[in-house]
């Protein structure tokens, strides 16, 4: 980790559509608001825009898909002073990463304006999501730091062996990463967020729900904030 560089660029990254990339994304978020951290947040997931269309108020749509679709996020970098930039990328946008950081050396241009940048992979158990993250650690290598999760949706911790047992998961390691869980929610619950398009912390007092789903939701955000608690700094969790 680079010295003196405090401030974080996290970017939320997912090898397909479900494996919970923007659910983490919108807790996330949650969780910055909560605390009074200063974030700028961009939704780049144009299929399903969960983060924009849940947070709406601060939360900015880019496409990073599209060349020059995404200069709004490094201008607006240069001219503010937040502790994070939160960026939700499309499922599987690997190779569309790379194209951007290539055409305006994201990491580097972030990193001269003071932040070190976080990719956050949420992984299911499934084969393309230890190859979406390999292929990520080969690009980056030692120029960011990195938080893997364990979507328990699909889970126990301990039934994520394509992983465990992965060169993938020892080049993380060597590099200073940090594994966490997402705890599981309620089918039913999530499905009422969804419909009524709210945020977990409005969910947890919205009586749109009923109490037993509102205390899931208030259960669920105490066990996920223990989780980001884990990698904190890297999330950028702690105040400046």
């Not at 108020?57 to 937040?82: F, K, M, P, W, Y």
Request: aromatic content about 8%; charged content about 30%; hydrophobic content about 40%.
């Amino acid at each position: 980790m680079a010295d003196g560089q405090n401030k974080r660029f996290v970017c939320i990254t997912g090898d397909k559509g479900g494996t919970g990339k923007s659910t983490f994304a919108r807790a996330l978020l949650d969780v910055y608001r909560q605390r009074g951290i200063p974030c700028l947040a961009y939704d780049s997931d144009r299929r399903n825009s969960q983060l924009y269309r849940h947070y709406k108020n601060g939360v900015v749509q880019v496409d990073i898909s599209t060349r020059g679709g995404a200069d709004a996020l490094i201008n607006d970098i240069e001219s503010t002073d937040a502790q994070v930039v939160l960026l939700d990328l499309p499922a599987g946008a690997e190779e569309s990463f790379e194209k951007f950081d290539s055409e305006i050396e994201l990491i580097a241009t972030a990193a001269n304006l003071g932040y070190r940048m976080t990719t956050v992979s949420v992984i299911s158990r499934v084969r393309a999501s230890v190859e979406a993250l390999e292929a990520l650690v080969n690009y980056c290598d030692r120029n960011v730091d990195y938080v893997v999760v364990k979507n328990l949706f699909f889970g126990d911790p301990n039934k994520f062996r394509r992983y465990d047992e992965s060169e993938t998961r020892r080049k993380v390691q060597e590099r200073g990463g940090i594994e966490i869980n997402m705890p599981d929610i309620f089918d039913d619950t999530f499905d009422l967020i969804d419909e009524h398009n709210l945020t977990f912390r409005e969910a947890t007092t919205n009586k749109l729900l009923n109490l037993a789903h509102r205390m899931r939701v208030s259960v669920w955000l105490k066990k996920i904030e223990a989780e980001f608690n884990k990698a904190e700094w890297l999330l950028g969790l702690r105040r400046n």
